[in-house]
């Protein structure tokens, strides 16, 4: 019997400027609800100080029919960039730069 392919997946986009330095991250999560916190988490952790300072807008909910749980998310750094971010270190599935969120 084949495996069921998981919805779980983490999606990314930043815009970043130079004068001042400044990236505003926009990261959707899609995973089980322990889990999506867990990536959230280690996401946050990659931008704490004394590297950087983080604003946030954040929106989540369930994914109906599924055991799944989005959170949506976006967040201005001032020093981490793309160029800093060990994404395998945050999460190890399915990730995807999306321009588009």
């Not at 004068?19 to 990261?27: Q, T």
């Not at 599924?66 to 001032?78: D, G, H, K």
Request: hydrophobic share 30%.
């Amino acid at each position: 019997m084949a495996k069921k392919k998981s919805m779980a997946e983490v999606r990314w986009a930043v815009s970043s400027e130079d004068n001042p330095e400044h990236h505003d991250w926009s990261l959707l999560i899609i995973n089980e609800s322990r889990r999506a916190r867990k990536i959230w988490g280690s996401f946050v952790k990659h931008m704490q100080p004394p590297m950087d300072e983080i604003r946030e807008r954040r929106t989540h909910g369930r994914i109906r029919g599924t055991r799944l749980e989005y959170i949506f998310t976006s967040c201005t750094t001032y020093h981490t960039g793309p160029h800093n971010i060990n994404w395998r270190g945050i999460y190890s599935g399915e990730l995807t730069e999306d321009k588009k969120l």
